[in-house]
């Protein structure tokens, strides 16, 4: 028995207003034929030497016992039921309106009633899936308030992005898996997702920086990795690059430039859709050094301003591609001849 608190109250034990504990104990009983052991709470009156329940602690005690044998038989306790429904923002009864179950389902999973195996496979797909989420939400669109659609289309859209994120950089890192012990096409850094993040972040906010699309941004992130490992012996993000035709070119460059923190816009030009990358309210860049950032601005005096074309043609021009067979990966040694210091 432990004593969780005590407080003066009229004891309806022995009928006196005293300072009555509230304790905890651990109960052991048997719910559907499986034993299970639970903490639960009551009411001690020392002077009538007896414990009690009142009827809150009847009711948390019971929700207690039942948490106690879903945990034994592999099923999702009340509260985390709850939070899967919080992680949505969505109400018990829209809740159940989506899944087609009766109105007071979740309400009753909430509590006091133990849901069967099916239901709770449900609710954990709901929980790890969120782009299931919004398939029924659209699905149920008309059965929804204007305003409780848009609340839960948001959340669901927020949480379907960090599993996109989630799923993304670990593609990413899974591309990279077989270049961390190699310094020559690394730079001499295992990869860092959160710098390259920083470093795109830091050209797109540069008003030095001009029509910044994929092909400049590309070779901006490679002059600045080079120029990193001539200066000081390692580049700043880890990213490898491959010697494609207009010149170097991120491993998984697609997946990168996909992560939901990189905002670009397309636009429709003579040639096809361009994607151009925007300035972002974050200008903290914590996974960048002063010496990464001094490096970045050297890049930005020399390219911040100039074409795509003429970035390209000064690429071309440097031993990194001259050196390097096409589509291979470029060996960071030739950093030492780079045009910029």
């Known amino acids: 028995m432990k ?15 005293h300072k009555v ?3 905890s104990t651990v109960e052991h009983t048997v719910f559907k034929s499986v034993p299970v052991d639970y903490s639960a709470e009551y009411c001690f009156c020392d002077r009538a030497n007896e414990a009690y329940a009142n009827e809150q602690q009847i009711s948390s005690n019971d929700i207690s016992m039942k948490n106690a044998y879903r945990k034994k038989m592999g099923l999702l306790t009340s509260g985390q039921i709850t939070d899967i429904r919080a992680r949505y923002g969505i109400s018990q009864s829209d809740l159940c309106l989506l899944l087609g179950w009766g109105a007071k389902t979740i309400t009753r999973y909430e509590s006091h009633q133990v849901q069967d195996i099916a239901h709770d496979t449900i609710l954990r797909k709901l929980d790890s899936d969120p782009e299931w989420f919004l398939q029924l939400l659209r699905a149920g669109k008309k059965s929804l308030s204007a305003a409780a659609y848009n609340k839960y289309m948001e ?15 670990s593609a990413i ?14 730079g001499g850094k295992v990869l860092s997702l959160d710098a390259v993040v920083d470093m795109i972040h830091y050209y797109a906010n540069s008003s030095m920086v001009t029509g910044l699309f994929r092909v ?11 120029l990193s490992y001539k200066r000081r ?13 207009m010149g170097a070119v991120p491993v998984a460059y697609e997946s990168i430039v996909d992560l939901s923190t990189i905002h670009c816009e397309e636009i429709e030009m003579g040639d096809g859709t361009g994607y151009k990358f925007l300035p972002t309210e ?14 970045l601005d050297a890049v930005i005096r020399q390219f911040g301003k100039a074409s795509k074309n003429m970035i390209v043609e000064t690429m071309h021009q ?19 001849t780079l045009s910029i210091s």
Request: proline letters at 3%.
């Open 3 to 17: 004593v969780l608190r005590e407080a003066n109250i009229l004891c309806p034990c022995c009928m006196e207003e």
């Open 21 to 23: 504990q509230t304790i």
């Open 155 to 169: 959340a669901g859209t927020t949480l379907f992005e960090q599993d996109h994120d989630i799923y993304l950089k």
């Open 173 to 186: 890192m899974s591309k990279y898996a077989r270049f961390i012990r190699n310094s020559e096409m690394n």
């Open 216 to 226: 400049k941004l590309m070779k901006l992130l490679w002059y600045a990795d080079a």
């Open 233 to 245: 012996g390692h580049s700043i993000s880890g990213l490898v690059y491959r010697a494609l035709p």
């Open 282 to 295: 974050n200008k903290d860049y914590h996974h960048l050094t002063t010496e990464d950032k001094e490096i």
């Open 318 to 336: 440097e031993d990194a591609y001259t050196k390097t067979a096409p589509n291979d990966i470029i060996r960071f040694k030739y950093a030492q």
